[in-house]
């Protein structure tokens, strides 16, 4: 079920399981995952693309493996907010998830994606990490990004509420 508000995802979400973080891409899906505390994001791996009914396999192996309860789809809005074509690509690839057996009873929900490859570039070249490491990995930062700034936002609606 796609969420709109990180606030329904939350509420959604079922006690002491992980969440996913997707950075959805033209060739490739960048994979992070977190604890069942939903406090730390981890980058795990970088699907390459192929065609939606293999990648939604992958996808779904991965969820199973880790009991992942919800996934977190980083939304490439245009840096004045607005949604262009790439955002259109991600939620219709979040719908057509939603519509799989696998993902049916899954909370889906968007996160602004906006300059988290740049926080990811950055983080890897502070690390001194080769150009062809960082091409290798960087989806998967980048999902990490994605994933941990949705969840230090689940933490503050968990201690308002």
């Not at 955002?87 to 009873?105: E, I, K, M, V």
């Not at 740049?118 to 999902?143: F, G, K």
């Not at 949705?150 to 308002?160: N, T, Y």
């Amino acid at each position: 079920m796609i969420h709109e508000t990180i606030e329904d995802f939350t509420a959604a979400l079922p006690p002491l399981r992980a969440v996913a973080g997707l950075d959805f891409g033209e060739k490739t899906v960048g994979v992070a995952v977190s604890d069942t505390f939903l406090s730390i994001a981890t980058p795990l791996e970088t699907i390459r693309r192929k065609k939606f009914g293999q990648d939604a396999v992958a996808l779904a192996a991965i969820t199973e493996a880790r009991s992942i309860a919800g996934l977190v789809l980083g939304l490439p809005r245009n840096m004045d907010g607005s949604e262009g074509p790439r955002c259109q690509s991600t939620r219709a690839f979040a719908r057509n998830l939603s519509h799989l057996p696998a993902f049916a009873d899954m909370p889906i929900t968007f996160w602004d994606e906006r300059l988290s490859t740049v926080a990811a570039e950055r983080a890897l070249l502070e690390a001194d990490t080769s150009r062809r490491r960082r091409a290798e990995v960087i989806d998967h930062v980048a999902a990490g990004y994605i994933l941990q700034g949705a969840l230090d936002r689940l933490r503050h609606i968990r201690e308002v509420s």
